[in-house]
């Protein structure tokens, strides 16, 4: 059977001063799930948005796809349960030790929510590795986290099919979420690699976005 990819449209880049008509923008054109990136201006040299935000938006009907670039994310899940995150992801370079990631997983899951890990594009993989059993997603950086509109990082596709095959040969459950850089090429290389839900935020912003969703989830 065909895997069915998902597509998730970062919140990053659509107009905030038209945020719930954005929102609904998205809705309709059949997006999977809408990604939000949360950023605090020390895990990433940027800020983005956070709560009030999140708040503002937390009763729109679709998963919500929350990605945590902050320092100290076991402090904020609390706050994002509140807001309705269906998946909150963390970044494995925020935490220091083991046992932090570890707890962090347990807690979020504990939320009855899905939990991923993320990794930046220069973080050895076989950091991850030994979480991958116990998260429902891994979510693979394709550009340095913090800005929308990068370029796709050419080795991420080597990435993501080291993974799929790590995550494959021992059937586990783990999703391959791509983030960064995302256009029909590129979706395509992450495709052909694994990945099972694609972020893609400056290539769907325009008004052609759900001819474009439609074709990534083709590719
Ligand atoms: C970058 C964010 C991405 C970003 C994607 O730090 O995590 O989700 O908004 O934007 P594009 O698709 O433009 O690279
Ligand atoms: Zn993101």
């Given amino acids: 059977m065909e895997k069915k990819i998902k597509v998730a449209p970062s919140l990053l880049s659509f107009d905030f001063g038209q945020l719930s008509k954005e929102v609904h923008r998205i809705i309709n054109a059949k997006a999977d799930w809408l990604h939000l990136d949360i950023m605090d201006g020390i895990f990433v040299p940027n ?38 995150a269906n998946l909150i992801t963390f970044h494995l370079e925020a935490c220091e030790r083991k046992k932090e990631i570890q707890d962090l ?31 429902d997603l891994v979510l693979v950086m ?56 694609l972020v893609a935020g400056s290539y769907l912003k325009d008004d052609k976005i759900k001819e474009k969703i439609q074709k990534l989830k083709n590719l």
């Fill in 142 to 197: 394709a550009v340095e986290p913090g800005f929308g509109g990068q370029s796709y990082i050419e080795n991420t596709t080597q990435r993501i099919k080291t993974l799929y095959d790590y995550i494959h040969s021992r059937g586990y459950a783990c999703l391959i979420e791509v983030d960064g850089g995302i256009n029909e090429k590129t979706a395509k290389l992450a495709i052909d690699a694994g990945a099972d839900v």
């Fill in 105 to 135: 997983i347990q807690k979020i899951k504990s939320k009855n929510i899905k939990v991923g890990i993320s990794i930046k594009p220069e973080t050895p993989l076989e950091y991850v590795l030994p979480y991958l059993k116990d998260v």
């Fill in 47 to 84: 800020l983005s948005f956070g709560i009030p935000v999140c708040e503002a938006i937390k009763d729109a009907m679709i998963f919500k796809d929350v990605h945590l670039m902050i320092t100290h994310p076991h402090l904020y899940v609390d706050s994002f349960v509140k807001l309705n």
